[in-house]
């Protein structure tokens, strides 16, 4: 491990055992250079890295802090990584996460998450009936839908992720990458259908709901197989 690497993996240690936390100005370079035991380059090192992973803000003339520590964004990353990868693997990595999200919002749903849900709905019903038909506004709220079932699962790490991953699809659609003339009409049955189990406070049929969904998108935009897509709905709706 590098000194700078000791420096990351200090600061880090000192925010998890509460000796810094969220909005605090870091100690003068001399002090925690010492208390790090490194050298004022590779603190300053350190401190670069921790400010790219949005642990750190560095102000100039004030000093450097500790961010909010929102996971949102912490994981903003996860949006290119999530670029970077296949079709298939990122397809299974969204059903995983926003199945078990939809589960959860089950239980955890307020009312004013119930609103925003609907309100989303709302501008998907406008964006449908729009001529030409409105595929980016419908995009956007198929985004805001999908992020709002997020945030009601009461998992703000989980959110996050989703957040950073759930957009890509969306842009695919809005830009024509999808093969299906009718998955626009169908997909905002399959959220009515979503936010309707999440009411009913049914976290499986939530579950079986979102798999079922996210499997008719991923089809229309990649083809895959209907053996495939039952065998995924199985595994991505098993409790």
């Known amino acids: 491990m590098s000194r700078s690497e ?23 370079e001399k002090d925690l250079a010492g208390t790090l035991g490194v050298s004022r380059g590779s603190l300053r090192e350190g401190v670069r890295a921790l400010g790219t992973l949005g642990i750190l803000d560095s102000r ?14 912490l994981l903003a990353p996860v949006s290119f ?3 970077l990868q296949h079709d ?13 999200a939809a589960g959860l919002a089950a239980l955890h749903i307020t009312d004013e998450d119930v609103q925003h ?15 030409p038909l409105d595929r980016d506004r419908l995009a956007a709220a198929d985004v805001t839908f999908h992020a709002v079932v997020a945030r009601a699962s009461g998992n703000a790490v989980l959110a996050a992720l989703i957040d950073g991953i759930a957009g890509r699809t969306s842009q ?14 169908r ?44 065998r995924a709905v199985a595994t991505s709706a098993a409790p």
Do not use: W
Not at 7 to 27: E, F, N, S, Y
Not at 88 to 100: D, K, P
Not at 117 to 131: F, G, V, W
């Open 187 to 230: 997909t905002f049955v399959e959220h009515e259908a979503i936010l309707a189990a999440i009411v009913a406070r049914d976290p499986d049929r939530a579950r079986l709901r979102m798999a079922t969904h996210l499997l008719s998108l991923e089809e229309a935009v990649t083809g895959v197989g209907e053996a495939g897509a039952e």
């Open 60 to 73: 100039h003339g004030d000093g450097t802090y500790v961010t909010t520590l929102d996971p949102a964004r």
């Open 117 to 131: 849900a609907r309100a989303a709905l709302d501008e998907s019903a406008r964006a449908l009936t729009a001529e």
């Open 6 to 28: 000791d420096v990351v993996a200090g600061i880090k240690q000192m925010i998890l055992d509460g000796l810094l936390g969220p909005g605090d100005r870091l100690p003068a």
């Open 172 to 185: 695919r659609r809005a830009g024509g990458g999808a093969h299906d003339d009718g998955l626009e009409d």
């Open 88 to 100: 298939a693997e990122f397809h299974a990595v969204r059903r995983l996460l926003e199945t078990e």
């Open 81 to 83: 990584v999530a670029d």
